[in-house]
Structures are given as C-alpha cells and as structure tokens.
C-alpha cells in the first residue's frame, strides 16, 4: 500500500496566495522528502526533514513533521505562477535514501 | 552539478519490439540507480535497484526477464523493456543516488501501440 497519501489531490490558488500541502504516512521513517514535478517531466528534490526536526525552511518553502501523527506539510509562501506542478512527499525508513516511497501527489494550479 | 539525463525522452515502438532507456549521470558518478515507472496522474512506483557491477534488485511484481537492467559503468543505467506491449506504455523516470541524495532524470514516456 502507499506510504504516503497527500491532501489535497487538487489545489488551485491565485498568485500572491500561501498553498498548504498535507501528506500522512503509515511506517515509521527515518526522513520525509518532498518533491516537486512539472508536467511530464522528472523530479526536483525541494526539501528534507529527518525523523527529529519538527520544522524546516528553504527560501519561501516551510516544511513541518509531526511524527507523532505521521503527517507533515508543505507550505509554499507567496506563490508564483512557476509553482504550478504536482508535488509528492517521500519517505526514507532508513535514512539511506534507497527505498523511497512516494505519495500519490498533489496537483497545484497558481492562477496569475 | 547532479545533472542526471535519459535518452530518449520519448519513444513510440510497435507491440513485440523491445525498447532500450539509457540512464546517465553526467557529472558525477553513481553507484547506485534506481529504475521507476508512473502512469498518468499516479505516484512514481519504484522497479528497481541498479547496482554497478552486480545484478539489480527487483521490487515485487516486476518481472526480472520483462525489464532487464544493466549498470556497466559509474555513470550509465539501461533499462530494456522486452516484447513491449501497450500495457508497458508508461513514463519511466530513473535517478541516481549521489551524497545520499536521488537525483533525477527528466524521464522517458514510452508509447507501445
């Protein structure tokens, strides 16, 4: 079964505006990443937060873990329309970023 | 600097023939690379693992003889998808492991009629 299961499946918001990103998970990880895909293209890797960070930032992306309730969130501030892509969080049981499992993703739509 | 490329982008071939991916990475070298497919609108679902000079590890459910892996060298990964058929249709994206990172490739869209 999928490890991670983000919410909202769709999100569409109007440039200026923040997107908040949910994703819940199942198994206990070492790392949860998020990554962000433009249609039809590869993976980009945005951010990392390790099993003992509670919050993270990188530039206008702010990441928070609760492990507790196996979820976290990606908060993109300020969107652009550049940010519209799907987004998909990842998590490492390990930490040797070789069994990533990837959520099923969220599609962001920014409206200029 | 992690620039990982595939080649081709896309490729359309008849049921039957097979179908060969190429995985590189282009500026630093990657012992480990990892093989994955994703249908339209899905999560990517990990195939494989790629290891230089050794046998790749296959996920459950996939077929070792179907999708054979070959990472001859520190910076190259192939992924050949035998007797084709349209349910292998799919986008198949690799990435390379560097500085306990996976880098990506822009990914392969294979189009078996």
């Known amino acids: 079964s999928q490890q991670g299961e983000e919410d909202p499946q769709a999100l569409s918001i109007q440039e200026g505006e923040n997107a908040t990103m949910n994703c819940s998970y199942k198994t206990s990880i070492n790392n949860l990443q998020w990554y962000r895909q433009n249609s039809g293209r590869g993976l980009v890797h945005l951010i990392l937060i390790r099993s003992n960070e509670r919050e993270k930032h990188s530039g206008r992306l702010r990441v928070t873990l609760d492990t507790s309730k196996k979820s976290s969130s990606l908060l993109i501030t300020a969107s652009r329309a550049a940010d519209t892509a799907s987004y998909f969080c990842a998590t490492d049981p390990t930490g040797a970023n070789s069994k990533l499992t990837f959520g099923k993703g969220i599609t962001l739509s920014v409206r200029p | 600097g992690a620039v990982v490329s595939q080649h081709p982008s896309w490729v359309i071939c008849k049921s039957g023939t097979s179908v060969k991916i190429e995985c590189r990475s282009l500026d630093f070298q990657a012992t480990t690379m990892f093989w994955y497919r994703q249908f339209p609108k899905q999560s990517l679902m990990l195939m494989a693992t790629?290891?230089?000079?050794?046998?790749?590890?296959?996920e459950q459910g996939v077929e070792k003889d179907k999708f054979l892996i070959n990472h001859a060298s520190l910076t190259l990964s192939t992924l050949t998808v035998t007797s084709a058929h349209p349910e292998d249709s799919s986008f198949y994206i690799c990435s390379a492991l560097a500085r306990e990172t996976q880098y990506f490739g822009p990914g392969t869209r294979l189009l078996v009629l």
């Open positions: 790629s290891n230089e000079g050794s046998k790749a590890t296959y």
